[in-house]
């Protein structure tokens, strides 16, 4: 009988259906972003930059503030990241357990570059920054005993009464004893899986920006945006017999039926402002388009000869950033700023539809939630011979994976509920250093938090 029941929650992810946005694949569920301003002197301020936008990585951050550059000036930035993407590996729904699986911790990237020439009251830039890298797996199977080969720590599972919602246990029991019906409240197991993600999205822009008065400029930039993606979830029977390969990916399938992977591309666009009503304040805002990217899902499985076939032209849509921050300089040489960052996670689950019929017989019944990121950050220069910086800063970004929020009255919704619960917030603390000499400038920083962790060096020469 428990193996019926297996078999029955395996048969809701063999066929896929039509998506109109993002895809349910496992592996897209913690999908880390990089909304963060570019530049390790931001990065040491907690990301806090926009009301400040003093130096080349306005070009991105805020491209009002490239005006303050009277000087052609080129900047670079390297990062080196360590994320972990959460999946629910084992427990009893809904005391599920997550097991943390990182992604890329050993890799030092280019992430920002940039070169800006002032003419007059215009200020033009052009520079690249690397939104988005993310690649790992994670496997949510059956732990056993390397000896015996006895199962530990098993799959998350569930009790599900007939026509009723999970359970306990002790309850499932009791039901079966007072209906004399084995059948009236059943064990489920999500089905074992391997789930991998490879997402890497790039900018080239070019950025302008005119100073109206000598308290006000204005920017804009056009964002030329590449995106390259692949993920996957392979599953198995309970018996661990091949099942299907569920696929999004920026591709196109072949002459020879073969999967082929190519770059995505969408222009956008960001504006800006930056406002100086006396010497020691300014304020910023910004607003940033996220682009949207085809991106295919395909599946091969039993139905299709388990021959990869194109399903839907699903779309990848990144989600749309506004922001408004203060700088105010107490003393000359103290700086504190403050953004107010707000970023349309919803975006990712616009006409969402699912993997199965049963779910997309709902009526939108996946949840990501907008939200509203707190940046705090300090600048401290010592007046030294070759002038030091220190810089300290703070920033949540609250709890915005996609959930499912679907009535739970199905093993197909339960086993989703179990593999999309949502995220929790994330407290950010970052430090940061810099020297400053006339013509170049060097700049490191380090942010972390419990999933999350970047160290940043950036460099900036002045002609």
Known sequence: MRRIALLAVAATFIALGAAAQNTDIESLSGLQFNFGNPGARSLGMGGAFLGLADDASAAEANPAGLTILRKPEVSIEVRNYLEQQLLTTSGTFPDIE?????????????????????????????????????????????QRNELTGRVEKDVPNFFLPRGGTPTSKANCDQIKKDTKDPFSCVEFRVIPFLSALDVNQRTYGFAAAYQVTPKLSVGANVRYQTFRESSFTFRVTPTFDFSSISVQATADIDSSGD??????????????????????????????????????????????????VKLADTTFHIPDIAGLGISVRPIPVLTVNLDAVHVTYSNLVDDFVASNEDIRALDNPYEAKDVTELHFGTEYFFASKIPFALRAGYWRDPAHAITFKGPLNTASRVAEAILFPGSESQNHWSVGAGFAWPKFQIDFAYDSSDHYKVASISAVTRF
């Open 259 to 308: 999967v082929k992977l190519k770059d995505e591309t969408d222009v956008t666009f960001g504006v800006g402002f930056k406002w100086s009503p006396m010497d020691k304040i300014s304020i910023g805002g910004v607003y940033k388009k996220g682009p949207e990217f085809v991106a295919p899902t395909f599946v091969a499985a039993p139905s299709t000869g388990f021959d990869f």
């Open 98 to 142: 997550q097991t943390a699986f990182t992604h890329y911790s050993d890799r030092v990237v280019p992430a920002f570059g940039s070169f800006v020439y002032p003419i007059k009251k215009f200020t033009f830039g052009v520079y690249f920054h690397e939104v988005l890298r993310n690649g790992g797996s994670g496997e949510v199977i059956a």
